[in-house]
């Protein structure tokens, strides 16, 4: 890639660009948060007594809302296990 | 009547996330190096990233609030702040102004001004935005600490603070980088909690067939049921009180266009990918969301009018309609998705705050003290400087929020003047990147007069001396004489003017060979995999947005 390059500006380099994502990998982290907010609010839901439940117009919200949860996190965590970073696929630019 | 009893299960749900934010902050700080790590997150990050972070930094609390007050007001012509007002947008910066962008190598909009145009627009752009970034931060701080002190009890002052806190430790620490991962966060935190509210919301009143009955039973009328039904020139019935014409040009093009073409702080995350393909990908893929956002904002506004007594009519002792989903949280949701829903509320105040911070500090450092203040200093100065710059932006954003306290109406003159602002420059801009003869004095004397122009408008609207119908449409007029203004005297002035130096033009302008011999055109990047062409996945976003505004006619 050879673009133009404003003098007297610094450039970052490839090696410190790529620091903040070889720190972490933020899938992980959806995964984990999206995972932990989804058990607490399976078992949640699990216990919700008649109360909660016409609160929320009858619908199990807790439980369900749980288990969306998880299956996201269970998305982001596959993703990030399936394709870790690093052998990203070469894309071609101009 | 708004209060909450949040348990502590709830409570632990809140504290979790601000312990995930700000860890993402501390363990940031380790990847930042250089000032170009801090305020550009060295440029690497893939599209999906940028692309949600883009979504998200536009996702802040006032307009989810906003936009489902709008839902209760106006009904599902709301869907205009979508569907016209957002995606056509999107698409235009994804394909055609990002690869001019990404090319130039600017590390901020008024630093391509400053290339294109050079210094007076460059610093009326720079100083303009960062005064506006910092209002808005402190509107933001502002509206979180009403809605905390309606739903908590905690005071005001207690709740701006605590939140400011909060956003100046992820972003002093890991600076743009974690302020974008923290985004990507907030935008889950945040679908989390709207999801679940839209769906009791609808079950609570019987389903969508009952909710579409009441709607129509209730004062909003059938039209509140659709978008553009009750548009027509000079018989405008539609709640939302502006004809297709203004809809289309005023809110679709003029305004729209200066928001998503130019704002740095939505650019600044598609400046931030890792190559070009992925910038351009990075309005693209965040158009998805935008799209859909409508169903979880508008729904709780249409199901708070009709489902709580007097809403929206303060006069006879019922709620505001910033109410609805606030009012909705406590009435539906119980503990466990309550402490879900009310971080998301937090998470969508600090994507705010945060979007806005993590922008000034980008602005201030390279295009303010770089160039003009302090020139020639080593990267670790500006590095400093820009951790400086957060934290100042954060004292003067809690500022203007205690006095956004003392003086709202001040507050809603200001970013109304901030809106004559950001209308003529997606003129400035089109005109500087296509037309080779867009001459130094010609940008800035049309990004000038348009924006007197656009101040005008709303002076003699303000004043009564004319009348456009209703605030909307007022916006919409004065937003479009700001651009044909710019566009008019951008013309004259490069005409009557000397033509720009070709070093000027070089690389950045549409045929104009840059340095390297490179010359910028629209071609698009080469991709092997479908979901990773940029024209693909802007016309499948625009094909979604015909279908639904032929659905929701």
């Known amino acids: 890639m050879s673009e133009p390059v404003q003098p007297g500006q610094p450039q970052t380099t490839v090696e410190t660009g790529s620091r903040m994502q070889r720190l972490f990998d933020l899938r992980y982290v959806i995964g984990a948060l999206m995972g932990v907010y989804g058990i607490v609010l399976v078992i949640r839901g699990l216990i919700d007594g008649p109360e909660e439940l016409a609160r929320a117009a009858g619908v199990s919200i807790n439980l369900w809302t749980g288990i969306g949860l998880l299956v996201v996190a269970a998305i982001f965590l596959v993703w990030g296990i399936t394709r870790p970073l690093g052998i990203d696929v070469e894309e071609n630019i101009d | ?553």
């Open chain 2, 1 to 553: 009547m708004l209060r909450l009893n949040p348990g502590w299960l709830d409570y632990t749900l809140l504290a979790l996330y601000f312990v995930v934010v700000l860890g993402i902050g501390v363990v940031a700080r380790r990847a930042v190096g250089t000032s170009a790590d801090f305020l550009l997150a060295g440029r690497s990050l893939p599209a999906w990233v940028t692309g949600l972070a883009f979504v998200a930094a536009n996702l802040g609390a006032t307009e989810i609030i906003g936009m489902a007050a709008n839902g209760a007001e106006y009904g599902v012509a709301t869907v205009h702040y979508y569907w016209i007002g957002a995606v056509p947008a999107m698409v235009f910066l994804g394909i055609v102004m990002m690869p001019f962008y990404y090319r130039s190598k600017v590390r901020s909009v008024p630093e391509f001004l400053r290339l294109r145009f050079g210094n007076y627009t460059h610093v009326l752009n720079a100083i303009v935005f960062a005064v506006a970034s910092v209002l808005i931060a402190g509107v933001n701080l502002y509206a979180l600490a009403i809605v905390l002190n309606a739903l908590l009890g905690w005071p005001e002052f207690l709740g701006i603070v605590v939140s400011a806190a909060v956003v100046l430790v992820y972003i002093g620490f890991g600076g743009l980088g974690s302020a974008i991962y923290g985004e990507v966060l907030q935008f889950f935190v945040i679908l989390a909690g709207l999801v679940p509210l839209a769906i009791v919301a609808v079950r609570s009143v019987g389903g969508f067939s009952a909710l579409a009955d009441k709607v129509t039973a209730s004062a909003l009328g059938e039209e509140g049921l659709h978008a553009w039904q009750g548009t027509g020139v000079g018989d405008v019935t539609n709640p939302i009180g502006a004809n297709w014409v203004s809809i289309v040009l005023g809110l679709g093009f003029v305004l729209s266009f200066g928001y998503w073409t130019t704002n740095f702080a939505e650019i600044q995350r598609a400046l931030s990918a890792k190559d070009r393909s992925a910038s351009q990908r990075t309005p693209l893929i965040a158009a998805f969301p935008k799209i859909l956002i409508p169903a979880v904002t508008i729904i709780p506004g249409l199901v708070a009018l009709i489902a709580i007594p007097n809403f929206g009519n303060e006069g006879a002792g019922g709620l505001e309609y910033n109410d609805a989903i606030p009012a909705l949280i406590g009435q539906l949701l119980p503990e466990g998705v309550l402490g879900i829903a009310l971080t998301g509320l937090f998470a969508s105040f600090m994507a705010g705050v945060a979007a806005n911070v993590s922008s000034l500090n980008t602005v201030v450092t390279y295009d303010l003290l770089q160039p003009y203040l302090a020139k020639g200093r080593s990267d670790r100065y500006y590095l400093n400087a820009g951790r400086v710059v957060t934290a100042v932006g954060v004292v003067i954003a809690i500022f203007t929020a205690l006095l956004a306290a003392d003086f709202n109406n001040i507050m809603t003159y200001l970013q109304s003047l901030f809106g004559i602002f950001n209308a003529p420059i997606f003129a400035t801009f089109i005109l500087g990147m296509f037309w080779k003869r867009t001459s130094g004095w010609g940008g800035f004397a049309g990004l000038l007069t348009g924006v007197l122009a656009g101040a005008l408008v709303f002076i003699l609207a303000e004043a009564g001396a004319v009348d456009f119908g209703s605030g909307i449409a007022t916006s919409f007029y004065q937003a479009g004489a700001a651009f044909l203004v710019d566009v008019v005297v951008t013309v004259v002035v490069s005409l009557a003017t000397a033509k720009p130096e070709p070093e000027r033009l070089a690389g950045i302008v549409y045929g104009v060979p840059g340095a390297d011999g490179v010359v910028p055109t629209l071609r698009q990047p080469k991709e092997r995999v479908w979901y990773r062409k940029p024209v693909l996945l802007g016309g499948l976003a625009l094909a979604l947005t015909v279908v639904l505004n032929i659905v929701f006619a």
